[in-house]
Structure formats: C-alpha cells, structure tokens
C-alpha cells in the first residue's frame, strides 16, 4: 500500500515538471512587440485579409493548413508542430505579438520578415485573424 503511493506521488511530480516544461516551451514574444500598433485600419482590414489569404495560400498552409489548424502535409515531420492558429492560445496575443513571430520566426517557423514586405506580413495578420472560432 504505502509503495502504491509512492508510485502516485511520483507520477504527480513527474506531470507537475513536464507541464511546467512545457509552459516554459511556450513561445512568447518580447514585451515590446504587444505594442507594435496594425497599421491597417478598421475600413480598410477585410481588403487586407483578402490579400493576406492569398499569401497564407502560397507560403504558409503548407505547414499550418488550409483552415489554419496546423496540420499542412509540410508539418506532419516537424517538431514542434506548427501552431493551429485558430487557438485561443494564438488568438489572444495582440497583433503586434503575432506580427512580431512572422517576422522572426522559431525553430522550423520561417523567419518572413526578410521575406515579406512589412504590409505584406500585416496582411497575412489579419488574414490569421479570420480562423478565430466565434
Ligand atoms: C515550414 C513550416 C512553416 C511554414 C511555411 C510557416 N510556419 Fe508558422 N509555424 C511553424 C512552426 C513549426 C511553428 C511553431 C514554432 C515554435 O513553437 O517553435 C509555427 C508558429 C507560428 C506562429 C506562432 C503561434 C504561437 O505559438 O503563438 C504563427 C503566428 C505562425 N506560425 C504563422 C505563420 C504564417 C503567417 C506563415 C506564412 C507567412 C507561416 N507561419 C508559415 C511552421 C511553419
């Protein structure tokens, strides 16, 4: 009996550390890119959606997915996985956090910003923006 509480305990502490490790995993923007401000206004966003899902369409689906959820053919080999966007883990970071992962990337996600132009990136912003599940 006492040995079987052990074995409990044990597993506690084990889930206790690699749920901590996993927190600690979790990518998070610098405390400056939260205030980077969309420099595409209200009237004008769904214009920039629409542009923003063509160049999801070429450059990212590959790997997040048509719907954005992460599971593109380019993302079944990769670790970590590339994000399902449609999370509210993804959707309650501020613009500029997202805006600022495009642009520097991690791990297997492309760095973009040598790539897209910065209306380019603030596009696909607000493209992401439409997979937030109401
Ligand atoms: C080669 C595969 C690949 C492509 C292409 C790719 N991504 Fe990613 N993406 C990833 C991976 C892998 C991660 C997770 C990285 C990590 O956590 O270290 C990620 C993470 C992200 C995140 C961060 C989510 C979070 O954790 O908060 C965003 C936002 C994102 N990608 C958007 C995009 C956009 C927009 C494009 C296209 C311009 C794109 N990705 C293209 C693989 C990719």
């Known amino acids: 009996m006492k040995k079987q509480l052990l ?4 597993a506690i502490v084990f889930l206790g550390v690699m749920s901590f490790t ?5 990518w998070k923007a610098p405390e ?3 205030d980077l401000k969309n420099p595409i206004n209200a009237s004008n966003k769904s214009a920039s959606a ?5 160049i999801f369409k070429t450059r990212c689906m590959v790997c997040h997915g048509k ?3 992460g599971d593109g053919v380019g993302g079944k080999a990769l670790t970590p996985k590339p994000q399902n966007l449609t ?4 959707q309650s970071q501020s613009d500029g956090e997202l ?3 495009i642009t520097n990337g991690r791990n297997d996600m492309i760095k973009w ?7 380019q990136r603030w596009d696909v912003v607000n493209y992401v923006r439409t997979f937030k599940t109401k």
């Open 99 to 101: 805006f600022w992962k």
């Open 87 to 90: 999370l509210s883990m993804v």
């Open 67 to 69: 719907q954005g959820k």
């Open 22 to 26: 996993f927190q600690e995993d979790r």
């Open 113 to 119: 910003g040598p790539i897209l132009s910065e209306e």
């Open 50 to 54: 629409t542009k923003g899902a063509k």
């Open 7 to 10: 074995y409990i305990f044990g």
């Open 32 to 34: 400056g890119a939260k």
